[in-house]
Structure formats: C-alpha cells, structure tokens
C-alpha cells in the first residue's frame, strides 16, 4: 500500500510527461502500481473496507457490556460461553473503536498561567498518620499562592467551618497576605449554598475574606483540575514528609510541618517541568502586590452558651471544665448560663465581660475533666473518715490495739463500725493483756480474721487464768448390793420399764 507523499509523487511526474517505466523505477515501485494510482488520480489512500470477526457481533457485545457493568473480560466469558472465541486485547480494540462501553472522552485541561498576586487556592486532603504510637486519620489543610508556589500546610483532627477560618487566619499572615482571589472546592465548610460561579459564601467566611481583602471563588463541581495548584502539594506532603518522622502529638506534627514549609518554600523545586526553582525567589516578585495585612488579627473563636452543672463544670464536646464557685458579682456559679469562647488551644468562659475561667483546650470526645487548683475549694474533696468512738477507745489502750483497729478500718472502709465493734466487744470480756498478745501475734502474720483473734485471745485465757485439771477425776464406785441407777444431767432418775413396780419413795424423803 503506497503512501499519500509516493502517490502524489506520481501524479505529479505523470503530469510532467514522464513514462510509467521511468515513474515506476525512480520511486522504486512496479509499473502496476503506477497504473493503479493513474487511474483513482487522487493522493488520498484507499481505505481497507475489511470484515472484522466481531463485527457481526455487534449488538451482542452492546448487550453484554451493559449487562457485564462494562467488565470487558466477564464479557469475553460470556462470548466464549456462547462459541465466540476472541482474544482481551481484539475485543478492547473493537470496543473502541464502536465507542462501546466508554465515557464521554475528557477534554485536554491545558495550562493555567497566574500573574503575581492573582490568585491562591486552599483544600483539604485526609492523611492517615501515626501519632504517639496509634495510627490515625488527620485532616491536612494548605493554602498555596499560585504564581509563586508558596506553600503552608497544617494538619487538624477534623475540619469543620471554626478550623477552616483559624486556618486561614494564620497562614494568610504567615504568606504576607492574600491574593486577589481564593479558588475553594463545594463543600459546605466554605459555602452557604449555590455552587461554582454561583457559590455565596458563608457569613463568616464572608467576614474573613473582608479582613483580608480577597474573594472566594469555588471551582465547577468535577473540575478539580482548576484547584491542581493545592492538590498536587497533598501528594508531596505525603512522600516527602511523613516518613522517616515520628511524632508524639499533634502539635509536634504542626510544629514540624511549619518548619518544614520553611525549608520547602526556601529551597529549589521543579515547577512546570523547569528545575531548581525557588518559591522565594518568585514571592520576591509577588509579595508587593499581594493584599496589606490588616493592623490588628483577631482570635478565632467559636460561642458556646452552657449552663454550670452541680458539681460546678461546664460541658463541651463531653470534656468538663471547672469553674470557681462564686463568680465576680459573688452569685452562685451552679446553675448559671456562662459564655464560653472555644479556640484552638484554649477554653474561655466569661459571665458576661468579667473572665470567670481559662483552661487549655483538651481534643473532642475524650471525656476528661479539667480542675483549676484555684477552683478546689473543697467541693470535691472526700471528706475525712472520722474514726468510731470505739476505736479511739482501742487506741487509748494499747499501740497493738489501735493499729489492729486503723488495719480494720482500711480493709472494711469507712468507719468499719462492725468489725471495730466487735474488737472492743472483746476488750471489754476479756484480759487485756491476753487481747494485747494475741493482737501483736495476728499484727505480725497479717491476720485481720478476729475469729481465729478471739479463738487465739481464749487459748491464752484457758492456760493462764482457770488452771483446769489435765485429767479427770475418777468416777466413785456403786455399792454392790444396790444397783447403779443412770441419772440424767439435771438429776432426774430415768422412768421405770413397764414390767417394773414403781419404787417407792423412802421413809426419810417425806
């Protein structure tokens, strides 16, 4: 098959009146090409008309894709099932070429070219972290001025509407001020409502952008290639700076990613496909033209109205903070609804202009409760456990008494009142120096059983104090010509068998 350049080659000497002989060996073709391209007398490559072997499978493989959710190689299956043998690479190929199963083909994005001060663009990427030995997800935020590549990021552990202005709040002074205008995706963090051109921002945000004189301007939804400035950084933050680091918390991690947007920002990078480009060297050129910073910046912070609970805390993403008893009108604190101004490190809580607390901020969701030392007036404390009268009693008799008493206590908690009852039960019946013995024996082992005391305490009674025969005596001999008769314990004589007269009684009972 000739190509277009040989065929107009010979178009071209036919018409100069050179034979076909002479045509056929300066091209170095047969004479019966020449003829051929002679008689179409055009240029133009005929194209094969040629039947492929799944052309008469067309409306099949449109089925089977469909059915096949656009999985080519269920749809080979399905073809083999039904005697279609046919290659993965042959049925891609033919799918293409029909515009079978494809989307509606992108167009190119192109380039887009910023002048200094233009424009800055912010979003946020999650990034799963280790932070303090336990893997997490954290939400890194960045804002990057678009002519001159400057980059600040930090990283948060959720990012509602109060992170988002924080944020810019401090990377718009860390950038020397804000561009023109500040490309934002669709989410509600920015937005009020309405999207792309017809994005209204929120009334905060609104008020943000005033401060710092630029405007928000949210991209057209599935057009993240607008905010590519401050998408391709999220990708170069994970690479270059999460591994090799460790981090012990989530200030450390900020702290760190500051001071590594310092070194990135000074040194040289590749942009646009050109090396060695230093991001400083072109804010040089952008930094007069971007908006003044205003005299005085703020703190961000978010109004919270909580009421004090009994116990004198307030609540705030389930952490407690304390407050003083007495506010500074001298009211009552409990049952008083306070101001609470939330920051990012810090917790505020106002009754009115006057500041009653200030604690630092603890992350959501913890749980914990934070006291002030100046707010521990004694409503939180456990009171003193007041030993029993008894055991004062204990205590005034002997050292061994009072410490087998004080272990007691510990052991049964409060005043123990039972076991120090029955302890001085035991004082009061028994001698004390058999008690005192055998409380310095028990103290020794440990044991605090006063069972096994008051059984110890009546060993030392028995052998000391009744000095009891160790034998019996023996029992005095019946005499032989009156039978012994059993008599029960009190002296009663047993009744007599039925067969036997009943005795009677002698002469000197009357």
């Not at 552990?157 to 860390?174: G, M, S, V």
């Not at 939804?221 to 950084?233: T, W």
């Not at 646009?272 to 703020?298: F, N, T």
């Not at 630092?360 to 007041?386: I, M, N, P, Q, Y």
């Amino acid at each position: 098959m000739l190509d277009a350049e040989t065929r107009t080659a010979i178009l071209r000497l036919h018409r100069e009146g050179h034979s076909l002989r002479r045509i056929a060996r300066a091209l170095g073709v047969s004479r019966n090409a020449v003829r051929r391209v002679l008689q179409t007398k055009s240029p133009e490559v005929p194209r094969l008309e040629r039947q492929g072997p799944l052309d008469e499978h067309l409306e099949l493989i449109r089925e089977l894709v469909v059915v096949c959710e656009g999985n080519l190689v269920r749809v080979g299956e399905k073809l083999a099932d039904e005697g279609i043998a046919t290659g993965y690479s042959t049925l891609t190929r033919f799918c293409r070429r029909h515009g079978i199963g494809r989307s509606k083909p992108k167009p190119p994005a192109g380039r887009y070219v910023f002048e200094p001060g233009e424009e800055m663009q912010h979003d946020t990427s999650p990034h799963d972290v280790t932070i303090g030995g336990k893997r997490m997800r954290v939400q890194c935020a960045s804002l990057v001025l678009c002519y001159s590549r400057r980059l600040f990021a930090r990283a948060y552990r959720r990012f509602r509407r109060f992170e988002c202005r924080a944020f810019l709040t401090e990377a718009i002074p860390y950038l020397g001020g804000a561009a023109s205008r500040c490309i934002v995706d669709n989410t509600s963090v920015v937005r009020a409502h309405g999207t792309g051109s017809d994005m209204v921002p929120a009334a905060e945000m609104l008020a943000l952008s005033k401060r710092f004189e630029f405007d928000f301007v949210a991209h057209a939804i599935g057009d993240a290639n607008r905010s590519a400035r401050v998408e391709g950084p999220f990708y170069f933050i994970e690479i270059n700076f999460y591994p090799g680091r460790t981090f012990t918390s989530l200030d450390d991690l900020n702290a760190q990613l500051r001071a590594w947007c310092d070194k990135v920002n000074a040194g040289p990078r590749k942009i646009d496909g050109q090396r060695d480009v230093v991001p400083m060297e072109l804010y040089a050129a952008e930094q007069h033209l971007l908006s003044p910073l205003p005299l005085h910046i703020p703190t961000v912070y978010e109004l919270h109205g909580r009421r004090v609970d009994a116990e004198g805390y307030v609540n705030l993403h389930t952490n407690r903070y304390s407050v003083p008893s007495r506010l500074p009108n001298g009211e009552t604190a409990v049952g008083r609804w306070l101001e609470v101004r939330e920051t990012l490190d810090a917790i505020i809580v106002l009754d009115g202009h006057d500041e009653v607390a200030r604690h630092a901020r603890v992350e959501s969701g913890l749980g914990k409760r934070l006291t002030l030392e100046a707010h521990r007036d004694g409503r939180w404390r456990k009171r003193r456990v007041e030993p029993a009268r008894e055991e004062k009693l204990l205590a005034a008799a002997a050292p061994e008494l009072a410490e087998l008493a004080a272990r007691l206590r510990k052991r049964h908690g409060g005043q123990g009142l039972r076991p120090i009852r029955r302890l001085h039960r035991m004082y009061l019946e028994y001698p004390t120096a058999c008690l005192i013995e055998a409380a310095r024996a028990a103290l020794h082992y440990g044991l605090l059983d006063l069972g096994r005391l008051e059984a110890m305490t009546l060993e030392r009674i028995r052998g000391d104090f009744f000095r009891l025969p160790v034998e019996p005596p023996l029992a005095p001999t019946p005499a032989p010509d009156k039978p012994h008769e059993e008599e029960h314990d009190d002296g009663r004589r047993p009744a007599p068998a039925a067969d036997q007269p009943e005795a009677s009684p002698d002469r000197g009972d009357l």
